[in-house]
């Protein structure tokens, strides 16, 4: 099993005020997942947070149930599971991103449902495994309200989320390494990442260093640094000042 390491931190809500994380990390005995609840379009659905741990932990079970099974369809089994469960229609429920990883004695999987990213290291640096099509709309400036975003969550052209609908699955982004290729592997919510795509502070070859030399928290606090000298928001538009943050190292060197 590869060394595991962990960072988390909870960010603050929309009014500005202090909540719980809803962010939520899973350490198995061959798997890591990172899932980043959303927050919630309306007022009367539970919280992203929620969904999000509801589903880290049916995506836990199946796993350790079948820790063979192709991840994509471990994804539809779990959103399917949970909605039933808990009475969750499509286009009406909280979401979460994904980020699944898997190894076995040869081979290392990973799979990204939205923007949680998995970054490889190997040989010749970072690969990183992202679902870019919420950043994509974002650039375009299709996402400026709740309802643009809503309007585009698990539709053709727009974005994919795990939701309620488990065909969200199928629109996936997976990947497979050869495990001795592998250094190390990130995984991030986008409260991490955001210090690399957005504040350019590090190139993800950076973070993984100053991770392994300073500490996952140093990672974490760069960003908040970084987030807090721009209190207003208006260098880097953002909806809260600061997001959830959760950062997980799996070292295999």
């Known amino acids: ?10 960010g603050v809500g929309i009014d500005g005020k202090p909540r719980p994380t809803e962010d939520h990390v899973v350490v198995l005995e061959n798997a890591v997942l990172l899932l980043d609840g959303a927050t919630a379009p309306r007022p009367d659905l539970p919280t992203g947070g929620w969904y999000a741990g509801l589903l880290a932990a049916e995506l836990a079970r199946v796993l350790r149930a079948r820790p063979d099974e192709d ?5 539809a089994g779990a959103i399917a599971a949970v909605a039933a469960a ?29 923007d949680s990213p998995i970054v490889a290291f190997g040989p010749d640096g970072a690969e990183p495994l992202t679902d870019d099509r919420l950043a994509q709309l974002r650039r375009k400036g299709s ?3 709740t309802a643009d975003a809503e309007a585009l969550r698990n539709q053709p052209g727009g974005f994919w989320v795990a939701e309620a609908d488990p065909a969200a699955a ?13 250094d190390a592997v990130v995984l991030a919510s986008d409260g991490v990442s955001t210090g690399v795509d957005d504040y350019g502070l590090f190139d993800w070859d950076e973070l993984l260093s100053t991770a392994r030399n300073r500490g996952l928290c140093s990672v974490l606090e760069a960003v908040r640094t970084a987030e807090s000298t721009d209190p207003h928001r208006e260098r880097w538009p953002r909806p809260k000042l600061h997001d959830d943050q959760a950062l997980v190292l799996a070292d295999f060197s």
């Not at 991840?71 to 994804?75: E, G, S």
């Open 1 to 10: 099993m590869p060394t595991i390491k962990i960072a988390e931190q909870a």
């Open 71 to 75: 991840l994509r369809a471990v994804l």
């Open 86 to 114: 808990n009475g969750l229609r499509a286009g009406a429920s909280p979401s979460s991103t994904v980020a699944m990883l898997r190894w076995s004695s040869d081979l290392v999987e990973g799979l990204v449902l939205a």
């Open 143 to 145: 996402l400026n309200t």
């Open 170 to 182: 199928a629109h996936a982004v997976y990947r497979r390494w050869p495990r001795g290729w592998l």
